[in-house]
């Protein structure tokens, strides 16, 4: 099972673009990276996934190397609604139809303004 | 779309009591619900996977009997926690499978309830 590894915290200014990284050196070739995060006392909130290639949404980006071994997550103009806990996971895949998310520690994210 | 709900928001009980916690998909259908338990200042827990219509697959360490899982509908999973301890108090999420990004491929995405804080005093 891949695991993954991800600073404990980070600040940001407001504005700014925060970029997270995410060491997933072990990852297989059909597991996907997936991002989510969650704010104090909410459940996580799904941001963006990928598979090999670069991905974008209205939230943010996702730049995965070429190697797949790590990603960054990019939130391109950061907002004080964006501090909170961002988790980088890699898909376990048990079986079709069962692939659960393992949740690691993630990286605290401050916005300061 | 994807929005799932939980209810009660939050809960407060009686040791010895039990309390049980609904995980609604509201706009989609889920064939897999997955339960989570979060203590203060850790990360989330896997506690057990929900399948529709079947039995539901609990990780090692967690009492089956203690934490009974429902899936009753495409819509609906149920977490019950029979006999409530203080040690159960925690921040208990569920999590929805949605397939419909990417239908018949491996690819899919879970979406999370916003949780319910259970206490037992």
């Known amino acids: 099972d891949a695991k993954t590894t991800q600073p404990t915290s980070m600040d940001c200014a407001e504005g700014r673009a925060a970029n997270l990284p995410c060491n997933h050196s072990?990852?297989?070739?059909?597991?996907?990276v997936y991002w989510y995060r969650q704010i104090h006392s909410q459940g996580p909130q799904y941001i963006i996934h990928?598979?090999?290639n670069n991905e974008t949404n209205e939230m943010a980006s996702l730049i995965i190397t070429e190697d797949r071994k790590s990603s960054t997550l990019i939130l391109p103009h950061a907002t004080l609604r964006d501090t909170a806990v961002y988790y980088c996971?890699?898909?376990?895949?048990?079986?079709?139809?069962?692939?659960?998310?393992?949740f690691g520690q993630g990286t605290r994210l401050t916005i300061n303004p | 779309g994807a929005v799932v709900s939980q209810h009660p928001s939050w809960v407060i009980c009686k040791s010895g009591t039990s309390v049980k916690i609904e995980c609604r998909s509201l706009d989609f259908q889920a064939t897999t619900m997955f339960w989570y338990r979060q203590f203060p200042k850790q990360s989330l827990m896997l506690m057990a996977t929900?399948?529709?219509?079947?039995?539901?697959?609990?990780e090692q360490g967690v009492e089956k009997d203690k934490f009974l899982i429902n899936h009753a509908s495409l819509t609906l999973s149920t977490l019950t926690v029979t006999s409530a301890h203080p040690e159960d108090s925690s921040f208990y999420i569920c999590?929805?499978?949605?397939?419909?990004?990417?239908?018949?491929?491996?690819?899919?995405?879970?979406?999370f309830g916003p949780g319910t804080r259970l206490t037992v005093l």
């Open positions: 996971i890699v898909r376990l895949s048990l079986r079709q139809g069962a692939q659960k998310l393992v």
């Open positions: 929900s399948n529709e219509g079947s039995k539901a697959t609990y």
């Open positions: 999590s929805a499978r949605d397939l419909r990004a990417l239908p018949g491929l491996a690819s899919d995405t879970q979406y």
């Open positions: 990928g598979l090999k």
């Open positions: 072990t990852i297989s070739g059909n597991e996907y």
